[in-house]
């Protein structure tokens, strides 16, 4: 495979897109906060319309608390989040707005989700979901397996950890360090020409 000159080294794609799996067993390996805290300042960076930045994050890491989140999982799900050494919950703050005037304060924007509050929750799906995808990336950068999983009630989820109704849950990422023995072998892609066309 042929490079262009600025882009990453084969071996970096490789563990970005090539070898990367969304894997749901993991070894015991833990977890650190400062890789939770790099984690977040990598994804941080990716792009949101009006830098947004919908997205929040709840990391669920102590025995406790997964036993709570695994029995509000489905069934087929419940055993990954517990073989997790953390899920992280990825929600979107319903009020994200309130914070434009400091991260863009090129324009009124927080004035602009005020006066047309039907965007407000599209804007926080679209670009929370975006978030989540960087997380993944970023976990993949650091050496991370990421199994996201939108198998869960959201709502009984939101009930227990965002009780004032704030932050709504969007999607679980099981992060640690994969089992590959466990995997099982990937679903094929569709190809270029089924998917896209270049007009
Ligand atoms: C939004 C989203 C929701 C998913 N939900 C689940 C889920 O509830 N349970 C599960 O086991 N896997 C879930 N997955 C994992 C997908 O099945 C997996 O990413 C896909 O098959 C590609 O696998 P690969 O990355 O190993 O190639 C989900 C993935 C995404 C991106």
Redesign the pocket.
């Given at each position: 495979m042929t490079l262009q000159n600025d882009a990453i080294d084969w071996r970096s794609i490789e563990q970005l897109f090539i070898n990367?799996?969304?894997?749901?067993d993991f070894t015991d390996e833990p977890v650190t906060d400062t890789v939770l805290h790099q984690l977040y300042e990598y994804a941080k960076l990716g792009p949101t319309g009006f830098n947004t930045q919908p997205g929040r994050y709840l990391f669920v890491r102590t025995e406790e608390v997964r036993q709570k989140l695994a029995a509000r999982c489905?069934s087929?799900?419940t055993q990954?989040v517990l073989s997790a050494p953390v899920t992280l919950i990825v929600a979107y703050d319903s009020h994200f707005h309130q914070f434009l005037p400091t991260q863009f304060p090129a324009f009124d924007a927080k004035g602009f989700f005020e006066k047309t509050p039907a965007l407000i929750e599209p804007t926080a799906l679209t670009n929370a979901t975006l978030q989540a995808a960087y997380m993944i990336f970023a976990a993949r950068a650091l050496g991370l397996t990421a199994?996201?999983?939108?198998?869960?009630d959201n709502e009984r989820v939101d009930t227990l950890f965002f009780p004032d109704g704030r932050w709504k849950s969007l999607?679980l990422i099981n992060l640690g360090y994969a089992d590959a023995s466990r995997?099982a072998p990937?679903?094929p892609r569709l190809e270029f020409a089924e998917v896209a066309q270049i007009l």
């Open positions: 990367a799996r969304s894997a749901h489905s087929s799900n990954k199994g996201p999983m939108s198998g869960f999607l995997l990937r679903g």
